[in-house]
């Protein structure tokens, strides 16, 4: 049951609704920031430390070295990690929308909202990996790798900031 009429995209007045009527929308995030995250496969698999950052994120979560994580784990960490991208997404956007300028809109979302929230969670992604995981957990690959692992993360996050600014308002003007 949504409080917006029909010609008003949920996205656009997110923000108001209980958090109840909020809940599509994070769900739609949810289902962008995967998506996102299955887009940015295809430059991590070009490049020679492309799944590093998946690899040692998930050695995280098993408590092992990055060089002992199966492929199949690597991947499903960096996908829920999409998923709570899009998440992280969601909130930024909630946030911005009640406070920041409706100048004008984009598919179904605020423009200046949808633009910060993307670069919000771009450059969290990039700097919580870049700066936080891989040197207190991928000590060998950040003594030896850092500079190209941060370099060929940071182009992949290009491609979900990306892939999210382009697919988010798409999806969200259906609603």
């Not at 899009?86 to 300028?101: E, F, I, R």
């Not at 969670?121 to 207190?136: D, E, W």
Request: proline share 7%; aromatic share 10%.
């Amino acid at each position: 049951m949504l409080l917006t009429p029909p010609s008003t995209p949920l996205a656009a007045t997110a923000g108001d609704l209980p958090t109840g009527e909020a809940a599509p929308f994070v769900v739609v995030c949810v289902a962008c920031g995967v998506l996102a995250a299955v887009v940015m496969d295809f430059p991590m698999a070009r490049q020679a430390e492309g799944f590093t950052p998946a690899y040692t994120a998930a050695s995280v979560l098993t408590r092992s070295p990055p060089s002992s994580v199966a492929f199949r784990s690597a991947f499903v960490v960096h996908h829920i990690a999409g998923g709570a991208a899009g998440v992280l997404y969601a909130l930024v956007y909630l946030l911005g929308v009640g406070t920041l300028p409706a100048v004008a809109a984009v598919g179904g979302v605020g423009a200046v909202p949808h633009l910060l929230a993307t670069l919000v969670v771009s450059g969290f992604i990039y700097a919580f990996f870049a700066h936080l995981v891989l040197p207190r957990r991928g000590r060998e690959i950040y003594e030896d790798r850092a500079t190209a692992v941060r370099g060929q993360w940071l182009r992949a996050v290009v491609v979900f900031g990306v892939t999210v600014a382009a697919v988010v308002p798409a999806v969200t003007s259906v609603f």
